[in-house]
């Protein structure tokens, strides 16, 4: 079962195609509030994050993944991106680097046939995100850079 939370750019096409092709396994759930999200991520198997493939979105830190990582779930990402080192290392999630269709349909299939590996890999999203992404962490660097520069770099 596919589910669709939010609604992209894309959203009235995917909807009509739903339709008009009779396709059961898919929920478009639409927008919903930040607070609802927990749910939705705690339901999943996988996250998907899907960009459309220009420089802009490879520096880009989608929300989602970091939903995904927060509540221990594996990413795949549709194109390559400034994370997948980061995904790599932690073997939290995958990366279609060539952006193809074939490419993402066989990551989907390799991890539904897999579900000790989803979930080994759900683990170290967890683990990912409170060693390299804690907001704690990072307002901690982010205060001291600041009262270095403001004390003249000293």
């Known amino acids: 079962m596919w589910w669709f939370v939010g609604e992209g750019n894309r959203f009235d096409y995917l909807k009509s195609e739903i339709k008009r092709r009779q396709i059961k396994n898919v929920v478009l759930w639409g927008k919903k509030l930040k607070s609802e999200v927990p749910q939705f991520v705690n339901a999943a198997d996988v996250g998907v994050v899907s960009?459309?493939?220009?420089?802009t979105y490879f520096e880009n830190s989608p929300n989602k993944f970091f939903d995904y990582c927060a509540g221990g779930r594996a990413s795949i990402f549709t194109r390559t991106t400034w994370v997948a080192p980061f995904l790599q290392k932690y073997e939290s999630g995958l990366v279609c680097e060539q952006n193809t269709v074939s490419e993402f349909c066989a990551?989907?299939?390799?991890?539904q046939a897999d579900s000790s590996r989803v979930a080994a890999m759900g683990k170290k999203a967890r683990e990912m995100a409170e060693l390299e992404f804690s907001r704690d962490e990072i307002a901690a660097k982010y205060l001291a850079l600041l009262e270095h520069v403001a004390s003249g770099c000293k």
Do not use: G, K, S
Not at 51 to 55: G, K, N, Q, Y
Not at 107 to 111: D, G, Q, R, S
């Open 51 to 55: 960009f459309i493939d220009t420089p």
């Open 107 to 111: 990551y989907v299939e390799a991890l």
